[in-house]
């Protein structure tokens, strides 16, 4: 079975149309697509440009459910939501009032402001030790919240190739434990092959880690244009057999199932 459930629209900072994406997932014979368009509830922290707010959902949703009876490629509703602690409970009640396949949670900002994966040149001095170490404490407070399906991105702050300065395993052991605790799913994201870390999110060391915890995973693109729904799925799928990983899941009305990956 193939599918892409990390995909950005135009509804977010996606490039093209949910049609345009529907197309061309048919075209390359997809047996399934998911969108899971940027959803931000911001309180004291900065937003991203392009993230739907509460007042865009309405509209995103009863665009991509309006593919709902579509067969081929059969169209899943999804969504990628920025944790904040402080607003993650009403998000909750948000996400449940609409029928869902799957939410990605993702942590893009740290301390509020400092937007981790946008600009290198922006990043503060203390990035490699301090900002790192609270990205992973986030990533553990994010599983802890209990609200999501797949952990969006995981490792993301090594995105420009930086490397931490301090010793963050520890960190990180509590961050997979409380993903595990949660029976997340973590996805294996091919875009930071073309990232200047120049491979998937999380490194293989953390996907080993997951693999010893048995924590499923997913393999996906995170495409802002159809061109990139699968972009080098092939490489991840061989990682992942080399680590022991067979299956990965898919998700149906946040019911996680298996398919064994070839
Ligand atoms: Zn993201
Ligand atoms: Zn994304």
Request: net charge negative; with cysteine; charged share 30%.
């Amino acid at each position: 079975m193939k599918y892409s459930y990390h995909v950005h629209s135009n509804h977010s900072d996606g490039k093209k149309s949910i049609k345009e994406i529907i197309d061309y997932a048919k075209q390359i014979r997809l047996n399934e697509i998911g969108f899971s368009d940027h959803f931000h509830l911001n309180k004291n922290d900065v937003l991203i440009p392009g993230d739907m707010g509460k007042e865009s959902l309405d509209r995103y949703v009863e665009e991509v459910l309006h593919y709902s009876s579509s067969k081929d490629p059969i169209v899943k509703l999804g969504l990628e939501v920025e944790f904040n602690l402080e607003t993650v409970q009403e998000v909750k009640k948000i996400i449940q009032s609409y029928p869902f396949d799957y939410v990605i949670g993702s942590v893009h900002i740290v301390d509020n402001n400092i937007i981790i994966d946008w600009s290198v040149d922006r990043l503060p001095s203390n990035f490699c030790s301090d900002i790192m170490k609270r990205y992973w404490y986030k990533i553990q407070q994010m599983a802890k919240s209990r609200v999501f399906d797949i952990v969006g991105h995981l490792d993301l702050t090594k995105k420009f190739g930086l490397q931490p300065k301090i010793d963050l395993s520890e960190d990180i052991d509590l961050a997979l434990k409380a993903i595990k605790d949660a029976d997340m799913t973590v996805e294996v994201n091919t875009s930071g092959f073309f990232n200047p870390c120049k491979e998937q999110y999380p490194s293989e060391d953390i996907l080993k880690k997951c693999k010893e915890l048995e924590i499923p995973i997913i393999v996906t693109s995170d495409a802002h244009v159809p061109e990139h729904l699968t972009r080098d799925f092939d490489k991840a799928f061989r990682l992942l057999k080399d680590i022991g990983y067979t299956k990965q899941a898919y998700f149906i009305k946040r019911e996680r199932f298996f398919t064994s990956f070839k």
